[in-house]
């Protein structure tokens, strides 16, 4: 392991190399809705874009710009939230995703970009049910 990944979990490792549920939203059934984060003096932009089906999240991807924390971070979150209710996503925050990742605190304004980004999500999923 070079000095470089060192400063990474095994965990954001295996999210960042792999990017689960990056890209666009393939077609099929449901209502489609997004949300969307920037913070650019934190080095992130994250967009959910999900497919809501009787009040679940049928499907979700993401697409981000960031450090290897934040897109491994969007990737956790689209993944956690396919096929769980609406309503049973909101306990998913930037301390539950810090802990999930083992991020260091500077990573925090990081993780707060994804959470805003999910809430805006879950705020449109919600107007559409």
């Known amino acids: ?3 470089e990944s060192a400063r990474y979990s095994p965990r954001v490792l295996e999210l960042f190399a792999r990017l689960p549920g990056a890209g666009p939203l393939p ?4 209502r489609q809705v997004a949300g969307e984060a920037i913070a650019l003096d934190r080095g992130a932009w994250v967009r959910f874009d999900a497919r809501i089906e009787a009040g679940r999240i049928a499907d979700c991807v993401f697409r981000a710009w ?3 924390h934040t897109l491994a971070a ?3 979150v689209a993944a956690e939230v396919r096929m769980r209710a609406v309503m049973d996503c909101a306990s998913i925050d930037a301390p539950r995703l810090a802990r999930e990742l083992d991020a260091p605190a500077e990573k925090m304004g990081r993780m707060l970009v994804v959470e805003d980004a ?3 999500l879950l705020e449109h999923a919600r107007a559409v049910q």
Do not use: F, I, S, T
């Open 1 to 3: 392991m070079n000095r």
């Open 118 to 120: 999910l809430g805006a």
């Open 74 to 76: 969007a990737a956790w």
């Open 66 to 68: 960031g450090c290897p």
């Open 27 to 30: 077609p099929g059934p449901g």
